[in-house]
């Protein structure tokens, strides 16, 4: 395809690249490695959103760029804009070279193969005569099918001289194979190895599909995210409402909001007057006051009234296009993911071939026969070959996220859990994570002798005319103590100020003034109603969890500084960062990030996700908003903050265990692959020893069931 190069520019340009062919964070090194080449360019790769983000001087084409990805085996082209592509109505998805669809097609097959080939080479009773012909022909298709990406991607790195897990599987993998069915066609008196080939294979192309399913969220979660915009807009024409595409808004057109209806897009209000539940961009648990002038931003919720607003902004100029560019930004400008096993195959593969090629012409020049040299050469491959490496990750990975779910934490992907480690600092939004997110009458202070039922009595009847928020929290706090209201009659609503109406017989007038009321009647102050989002129970007792883990936690929302004070004061959280919008929760992350701290972030709602998606490690609230959840690392179900503690040390005990898979993994072929070189392993006993790491793996992993929550009743702490 031919891609057009873009005009020079007198500043450095940011060039998106969607990138294919990547298996491995070793292949993202290596293209940024081969980008960071060229003159005048700054490129960043990620892998798990196979994108290169490239700042380029203006000299540079895109057309340089795509051919210097391409250099080195590798696809790219230029990404489309996210809003772009989802006013076009195309939702990009994560690509891959083995799309989920096939590796669940591969796998499947390699699994119905693999259990009989397995079970005729370990059980002798089931073998007969001549079942070796028949586990070379189910074999055949488990390691050259099911395979076949391994196969590809080795001989990608062969061409540029690379090497990775790729390759030493597919060499492991193709020499068992190789090696058994020239025995059985040469009727040798040697041992056939299909079962090591075929299920090598498996347990590979296993571990490759859980990775495709964890793995390159931030397309769904930016889609997600401009998903939440309306759909339609009632246009005004000529004085009658006419429901239309969003598509068709354009700047200046009146569009008309009814009570419950999102707005169309961004705006000032040209009639009507109403209260705006912002709290998705804004994280302001109290409804704004709107009036003729105001305002306002698309997706906002109107509670009541209805509104004429004139368009300001549309598209990709509108609030809620931008947090989506916010996202995609932070996401894109994470760091690869560097697994421990890529690391360190680019040295340990190019070892263990060259060793096994030595062993093969020692052993030929030293007299032995072919056979026992090709024998010596293969116990070396087979022992080398990464099955419990394979296993490693996925085992682990399988336990932990499983015992996670039952617990009510969601981890998606092995990637996320190198940075829970060195967290040290622990970002929470305030509304709907610290505290309920939905309001409450907290207190009621008395004036000029009045009484409390007296209060509620007369304030709720003249709020119960009302559709505002704060009116309904009142009322439901009236009805709760007082039950049945009287009528109200000569009710106003006077908008920014509250409401007035007679009460049996007496003028009871309501002032409203953040989250606090004023109730008057015969001309005097009678009581001051506070209206409060109320703490959740068990966040006091998550700060001290969290503190514990050795984590600082900071209060981070767009609420107002006295709200944001009193809930850290009552949970125990000294540093809050208030009256904090979107675009400023990310740059926050940032600072902290920058001053040398490793930053989860916790968080629920719309405008959390560009700071979920920047911090090292993203905690969803899993009772808020799909977006927040796409662009977290963890999500917490329950919607218990006790359940960050529990997720944090849940991710760093399946971390340890990982790690201690791999150790052990290269440790045992370190330790014999001397042993096959010496000719003193054969590849029967090589494959046991295989097994055995890879039972041993299975059984470390499975240790993590036995992790306990904080949460749970009488439980003790996981160790």
């Known amino acids: 395809m031919a891609i057009a190069t873009r005009?020079?520019?007198?500043?450095?340009?940011?060039?998106?690249?969607?990138?294919?062919?990547?298996?491995?964070?070793?292949?993202?090194a290596r293209i940024e490695k081969k980008l960071n080449r060229l003159d005048g360019v700054e490129a960043t790769v990620n892998y798990a959103t196979e994108q290169a983000t490239v700042h380029a001087a203006p000299g540079v084409s895109v057309r340089d760029l795509v051919g210097a990805v391409e250099s080195v085996g590798y696809g790219a082209q230029v990404a489309q804009p996210a809003e772009a592509a989802h006013a076009a109505g195309e939702h990009a998805e994560h690509r891959r070279d083995e799309p989920l669809r096939v590796l669940t097609r591969r796998l499947s097959l390699a699994i119905v193969l693999t259990v009989p080939v397995a079970l005729l080479a370990m059980v002798p009773p089931l073998q007969f005569r001549d079942w070796e012909w028949v586990t070379l022909v189910l074999s055949t298709p488990v390691v050259f099918w099911s395979g076949i990406g391994f196969h590809r991607a080795a001989l990608k790195n062969a061409r540029h001289f690379a090497a990775s897990m790729d390759t030493l599987i597919s060499i492991g993998t193709l020499a068992a194979w190789l090696w058994s069915t020239v025995v059985l066609v040469g009727s040798l008196e040697a041992h056939v190895y299909f079962e090591v080939a075929a299920v090598v294979t498996t347990l590979i192309v296993l571990g490759r599909f859980l990775e495709?399913?964890?793995?390159g969220r931030s397309s769904e979660a930016i889609r997600k995210l401009l998903e939440l915009g309306a759909k339609e807009a009632r246009l005004l024409r000529d004085g009658e409402e006419v429901l239309v595409p969003?598509?068709?808004?354009?700047?200046d057109d009146l569009f008309v909001v009814r009570p419950g209806e999102k707005l169309a897009t961004d705006g000032a209000v040209v009639e009507g007057e109403s209260a705006i539940d912002a709290s998705m961009l804004t994280g302001e648990s109290v409804p704004v006051e709107v009036a003729i002038g105001s305002d306002v931003a698309g997706a906002t919720v109107n509670t009541y009234g209805r509104l004429v607003v004139r368009a300001t902004n549309v598209g990709a100029d509108t609030a809620l296009a931008q947090i989506a560019r916010l996202v995609d930004a932070a996401q894109s400008g994470k760091a690869p993911v560097q697994r421990l096993a890529d690391r360190v195959s680019a040295i340990f593969v190019p070892i263990v071939i060259a060793v096994a090629l030595l062993t093969l012409a020692g052993w030929l020049a030293s007299g032995a026969g072919a056979s026992a040299a090709f024998t010596a050469a293969v116990s070396v491959l087979i022992i080398a070959c990464p099955c419990a490496l394979g296993l490693a990750t996925p085992t682990a990975l399988m336990v932990g996220t499983?015992?996670?779910a039952q617990l009510g934490i969601l981890i998606k992907g092995p990637q996320i859990l190198e940075q829970t480690r060195r967290v040290d600092t622990i970002v929470l939004d305030k509304t709907g994570t610290v505290t309920e997110g939905k309001l409450e009458l907290a207190e009621v202070v008395l004036q000029n002798g009045a009484r409390r039922d007296e209060v509620l009595r007369l304030a709720g009847a003249v709020e119960a005319a009302s559709e505002h928020p704060i009116a309904q929290a009142v009322v439901r706090?009236?009805?709760a103590e007082v039950g049945e209201l009287p009528a109200v009659s000569s009710f106003r609503n006077e908008p920014g100020v509250g409401v007035s109406g007679s009460v049996e017989g007496r003028l009871v007038a309501v002032g409203r003034s953040g989250g606090r009321i004023e109730v008057s009647w015969d001309g005097d102050v009678r009581a001051t109603l506070v209206v409060r989002d109320t703490v959740k129970a068990t966040?006091?007792?998550?700060?001290?969890?969290l503190k514990e883990l050795g984590l600082t936690p900071v209060l981070l929302t767009g609420d107002s500084a006295e709200a944001a004070q009193r809930v850290a004061a009552e949970v125990g959280i000294d540093r809050v960062l208030a009256e904090v919008y979107p675009d400023d929760k990310v740059r926050e992350i940032t600072r902290l990030q920058q001053a040398g701290h490793v930053v989860a972030m916790v968080g629920d709602g719309v405008n959390d996700a560009p700071a979920l998606a920047q911090a090292d490690l993203g905690l969803a609230i899993g009772t808020g908003t799909d977006i927040a959840i796409e662009a977290s690392d963890l999500t917490l179900v329950s919607g218990d903050l006790r359940a960050a503690a529990d997720a944090i040390r849940l991710a760093r005990k399946t971390l340890r265990t990982i790690k201690g898979n791999l150790f052990w993994a290269f440790a045992y072929n370190v330790a014999a692959i001397p042993l096959a070189v010496a000719g003193l392993l054969n590849p029967i006993v090589a494959a046991a020893a295989m097994a055995g790491s890879s039972l041993f793996v299975v059984s470390n992993s499975l240790r993590l069931r036995r992790f306990r929550s904080a949460r749970q009743a009488g439980a003790g702490r996981a160790a």
């Open 7 to 28: 005009p020079e520019q007198e500043t450095p340009q940011e060039i998106r690249l969607d990138l294919e062919g990547m298996t491995c964070a070793s292949c993202a």
């Open 212 to 215: 495709a399913r964890a793995k």
């Open 246 to 251: 969003i598509a068709e808004l354009q700047v």
């Open 402 to 404: 499983g015992r996670g």
């Open 477 to 479: 706090a009236a009805r």
């Open 539 to 545: 966040s006091a007792e998550a700060i001290r969890e």
